[in-house]
Nanobody, 117 residues
Framework: EAQLVESGGGLVQAGGSLRLSCLLSGFTIDRYTIGWFRQAPGKGLEWVSGISIGGDNTNYADSLKGRFTISRDNTKNTLYLQMNSLKSEDTAVYYC??????????WGQGTQVTVSS
């Protein structure tokens, strides 16, 4: 069964950095585009970033360009999200998800990121 497990969240001061990881298992990861999403308190789910199968094509939400970097290591079955210059509005639960055909069909349980000002 496909599983995605996020880690690396925590409490950080504004201006700081965190790197999230998403361990992928139960499927052939180098056949899938993978993405990151987040959900801030009281708000809806927001797409953050996506990365192609080979990692050569990345996309970001406009508001996050320049601060967040997505990457993947298919040899380690792991997706990453490097987050720099964090702001209080980045506080959210962050999720990784697998893209299949026309939807994100598998999701992790999420990891909490809290940015203190």
């Amino acid at each position: 069964e496909a599983q995605l497990v996020e880690s690396g969240g925590g409490l950080v001061q504004a201006g700081g950095s965190l790197r999230l990881s998403c361990l992928l298992s139960g499927f052939t990861i180098d056949r899938y585009t993978i993405g990151w999403f987040r959900q801030a308190p009281g708000k809806g789910l927001e797409w953050v970033s996506g990365i192609s199968i080979g990692g050569d094509n990345t996309n970001y939400a406009d508001s996050l360009k320049g601060r967040f970097t997505i990457s993947r290591d298919n040899t380690k079955n792991t997706l990453y999200l490097q987050m720099n210059s964090l702001k209080s509005e980045d506080t959210a639960v962050y999720y990784c998800a697998r893209w299949k055909t026309y939807e994100y069909d598998k999701w992790g349980q999420g990891t909490q990121v809290t940015v203190s000002s």
